[in-house]
């Protein structure tokens, strides 16, 4: 039995999620950063050890309180393809690749390579939950314009994702929806980045047209809204 924690960090708007395995009273953190000692209050006010952090992309936003939370009983995971882009991950970090599996309450986390945003992203599936980091967001996505980004990976990992189930929860890297989190058939319903099929289609809504058309709180677009804008 586990269930999922989150907390948010207001002041940069990202969601830090502790998965909690309730037998053993052990949390998993996914991308803790800039508030350990919340992290800390948490997993003591729940009566749970940290013994693992989940890396989705390495990105300083998402990483920057590891060494605050990081120790000896403590395993770190991240996509083998994403630690070489950070300089500052343990020499001991176990490197993960598509379809891994770690072990954890009585199940198992399964690992999604969803490389676009960075060039290592993954996600972590267990049970009927997704953790998308920042490769998907409540009625958004990740960003293809940074160092490292690809937005035809990106369109290419989304199409991945589609795959699962539409009752899976989501739970997103960042509180930029209009919810925090939702499922998968409701953003293959109302999530532009999700509804184009077309990779051409894709990579330049997500580079040239998302950012003039489209505000924080994401909310859903209809398909005659998104046929509009991808053909005026």
Same mark, same amino acid.
């Given at each position: *039995?586990?269930?999922?924690? /989150? ?8 969601? #830090? ?11 998993? %953190? ?14 003591? @006010? ?6 693992? #952090?989940?890396? /989705?992309? !390495? $990105?300083?936003? $998402? %990483?920057?309180?590891? !060494? ?6 403590? !395993? ?24 891994? @599996? ?14 676009? $945003? ?14 998308? &980091?920042? /490769? ?19 369109? $290419? ?11 899976? =929860? ?11 989190? !939702? =499922?998968?058939?409701?953003?293959? +319903? &109302?999530?532009?980045?999700? *509804? ?13 047209? +998302? ?7 994401? &909310?859903?677009?209809?398909? +005659?809204?998104?046929? +509009?804008?991808?053909?005026?």
């Amino acid at each position: *039995m586990y269930d999922i924690i /989150t907390l948010i960090v207001e002041d940069h708007d990202n969601f #830090i999620h502790i998965l909690a395995d309730r037998k053993r009273n052990e949390a998993f %953190v996914v991308d803790p950063a800039w508030d350990a000692e919340g992290i800390h209050e948490v997993l003591a @006010e729940e009566g749970l050890t940290l013994t693992g #952090i989940l890396i /989705t992309h !390495s $990105h300083h936003d $998402h %990483v920057n309180a590891v !060494s605050e939370l990081y120790g000896e009983r403590v !395993s770190l995971f991240i996509s083998e393809d994403e630690h070489p882009h950070w300089p500052d991950c343990p020499e001991d970090a176990i490197l993960l690749t598509d379809g891994d @599996e770690i072990a954890f309450a009585n199940t198992s986390i399964g690992i999604i390579k969803t490389p676009g $945003h960075t060039p290592g992203g993954c996600c972590y599936h267990i049970g009927g939950d997704l953790i998308t &980091g920042d /490769t998907l967001f409540i009625y958004g996505c990740g960003r293809a314009d940074l160092k490292g980004s690809d937005p035809h990976a990106l369109f $290419h990992s989304l199409q991945k994702l589609k795959t699962l189930p539409p009752e899976t =929860t989501l739970y997103v890297g960042h509180n930029y929806g209009i919810a925090e989190t !939702s =499922t998968l058939g409701e953003q293959l +319903a &109302g999530n532009p980045f999700l *509804m184009i099929d077309n990779e051409a289609d894709f990579v330049r809504y997500r580079m040239e047209i +998302a950012g003039k058309t489209r505000h924080t709180p994401y &909310g859903p677009i209809s398909r +005659a809204e998104l046929d +509009a804008v991808l053909h005026s």
